[in-house]
């Protein structure tokens, strides 16, 4: 009984889960109130009132972004927990002192392409433009389809843990997994081909699997454009870190949370650069 009336309770502060989708409309004019250079959009399952998948950015780290972050997303997803179904969605930038720096955020049904396809138009008719930039992503089957037929003019490159994560059924060698990552953020040509000489003595599998993967995709001393020192998909792992007890809650609440935590980061940020 003591469960039930804590549930009830819940629902009476946060509302229900399923009311909690009908509600995403009004909080986005709300938003807009506030915010008016916010961007937001709804869709849903034909004409029915059915949750589709929601995008939304905020007009101050748009802004932001264009001015003062450096020229690369970080995008990835993370399945939402408790009674909510589907994922959460985020692009993540980085500013010039090296801190994460999230942009814009999706709730879908799951990662597939469509959704994929949706997200990333939104994010770059909304946000980041089409002009050049790095876009480093997971390995997710969706993303390395849709990137490139989304940004076909941006460099697009992998995240070497999901790449790691791949090849873990290749070999079990801790060993050789830091040979890889080493390989990867490598700068020195003569250095990356003196390691990846002992990949491929140690493993010639996983030497074959790296080497059907395009180099410029995940070799900083390849890449064509400025990758900056990374090669990891980490600051979109931190952020879901930091919001991962609100990834339980309603999805209006998650919204919300997410603005809160993005508004105590920003003044924390900016109390710091001011001391």
């Given at each position: 009984m003591h469960g039930r009336e804590g549930k009830k309770a819940l629902e009476e502060i946060q509302g229900s889960f399923g009311q909690s989708y009908q509600l995403l409309n009004n909080y986005s004019n709300e938003l807009r109130k506030v915010d008016r250079f916010s961007f937001t959009e709804l869709q849903r399952v034909g004409n029915t009132d059915c949750f589709k998948c929601y995008f939304w950015s905020y007009g101050i780290t748009v802004r932001s972004f264009r001015d003062t972050c450096r020229p690369h997303i970080e995008i990835d997803g993370t399945h939402l927990r408790g009674r909510s179904r589907g994922c959460l969605i985020s692009a993540i930038a980085v500013d010039g002192d090296n801190h994460v720096f999230p942009v814009a955020f999706g709730l879908v049904s799951g990662e597939d392409n469509e959704n994929y396809d949706w997200f990333l138009r939104c994010l770059g008719d909304q946000v980041v433009g089409y002009e050049t930039l790095l876009v480093i992503i997971s390995y997710h089957p969706s993303l390395v389809v849709k990137v490139p037929e989304v940004f076909?003019?941006?460099?697009?490159?992998?995240?070497?843990?999901?790449?790691?994560?791949?090849?873990?059924?290749?070999?079990?060698?801790?060993?050789?997994?830091?040979?890889?990552?080493?390989?990867?953020?490598?700068?020195?040509?003569?250095?990356?081909?003196?390691?990846?000489?002992?990949?491929?003595?140690?493993?010639?599998?996983?030497?074959?699997?790296?080497?059907?993967?395009?180099?410029?995709?995940?070799?900083?001393?390849?890449?064509?454009?400025?990758?900056?020192?990374?090669?990891?998909?980490?600051?979109?792992?931190?952020?879901?870190?930091?919001?991962?007890?609100?990834?339980?809650?309603?999805?209006?609440?998650?919204?919300?949370?997410?603005?809160?935590?993005?508004?105590?980061?920003?003044?924390?940020?900016?109390?710091?650069?001011?001391?």
């Open positions: 076909p003019r941006e460099k697009h490159v992998f995240c070497m843990n999901h790449i790691c994560k791949n090849m873990s059924g290749l070999t079990p060698s801790l060993v050789l997994m830091r040979k890889i990552k080493t390989v990867a953020k490598t700068t020195q040509e003569w250095f990356f081909r003196a390691v990846i000489r002992d990949i491929k003595k140690m493993n010639s599998s996983v030497y074959n699997k790296l080497k059907e993967i395009s180099l410029d995709k995940w070799a900083c001393h390849a890449s064509i454009v400025k990758r900056y020192g990374i090669a990891y998909t980490n600051n979109v792992e931190c952020w879901n870190n930091m919001i991962k007890d609100d990834k339980a809650l309603p999805v209006v609440c998650l919204v919300e949370a997410i603005r809160e935590n993005l508004s105590a980061y920003y003044f924390k940020y900016k109390k710091m650069v001011d001391d």
